[in-house]
């Protein structure tokens, strides 16, 4: 016997449809969640789209919605809760959604929904600050302002690093100029040239370079890491978060003996099918962060108004999604995408 059917958002072989799927099932320690939003990944996405797959996948990791059912063994949970949720193949561009409750994250009253649908890129986003391992009042450049790299410059900022935000697009400079932090600064390699960066890490150093630059853009280029290389001091950390080309001057590196880390999606949890597919958490004893607890963090800065990323979010009908993905071929520069499922 078939079960319900839904609608879904799946890509093959370069195209992007929407098709009927069979309803995710309840399990042991998952919620059902009527999706409300979805936020698009773009550079994962774009990718995924593509490579031209030859077989259907669903698009998407990061969604909010509303809570339909509880899963037995569910805690500190109940029928409509609104939550964020996190994490592919659990979550998807897709009406409703069986997600085990270490992917999900409350949402208080107040929170905008829309930003709460980005909880994905947000915990990301922190987990690539935390890797780098900052103290308190040391320096950070974020090389990239996309969604990514606009969420952390500002979450960078309210942790009082001194942070650098490096983009070489106008318009995203310009975004995150508007936050006009005083623990901040952008610099828009389009306009000014690399000199006016290395002046400024000078000036903010005493000649020492910063603590970690954190590559939150997604390129092929393969000069970013040998950039990052000449702005970090000796011993410092270069955290990659976005798709980089992994090529780099040896020299350079033996010089500054610096530190490349990969920061592996939302954190520790990630990948380990006890912690998702099985809902068993690790102790705070253990494990302080992990991605279910960056999503909270996430959240919690939302609420607090610690990051904005409304003012650059754009909104298209579900139904829209053939075409949203073909503007956003197109349209590179669009920070927030977010599809609108029903009435909140």
Known sequence: MEGKKMRAILTCEGKVYLDEVEEPQLGERTLLVRTLYSAISTGTELNLISSKTKNPFRLGYSAVGVVEEI???????????????????????????????????????????KEAAFVGLGAIAIHGIRKANLQFGESVVILGLGLLGQLSYQISAHANYRVI???????HAEIAKKFNYQNGHVINLQEENEDSLLKYIDEITEGNGVDAVVIT??????????????????????????????????????????????SRAAGPGRYDLNYEKNAVDYPVSLVRWTE?????????????????????????????????????????????????YSKE
Request: aromatic residues 10%.
């Open 165 to 171: 935000g490096v983009s070489y697009s106008n318009e």
């Open 292 to 340: 279910g607890r960056n999503m909270k963090e996430y959240i919690r800065l939302l609420k607090e108004k610690k990051i904005v990323i409304s003012p650059f979010i754009k909104e298209y009908p579900f139904e829209k999604a053939p075409e949203v993905y073909s503007s956003l071929k197109k349209e590179p520069n669009i920070l927030g995408t977010i599809f609108k």
């Open 217 to 262: 853009a997604h390129s092929p280029d393969t000069k970013l890491i040998d950039n990052a290389l000449k702005w970090v001091r000796v011993g410092g950390k270069i955290v990659i978060v976005g798709n980089v080309r992994m090529e780099f001057d040896r020299e350079a590196f033996f010089q500054k003996e610096a530190e490349v880390l990969i």
């Open 71 to 113: 899963g037995n063994g569910v805690k500190g949970f109940e029928i409509g809760n609104l939550v964020a949720c996190y994490g592919a193949p659990y979550v998807f561009h897709g009406e409703k959604l069986s997600v085990p409750i270490t992917l999900c994250a409350k949402v208080p009253q107040g929170v905008s929904l």
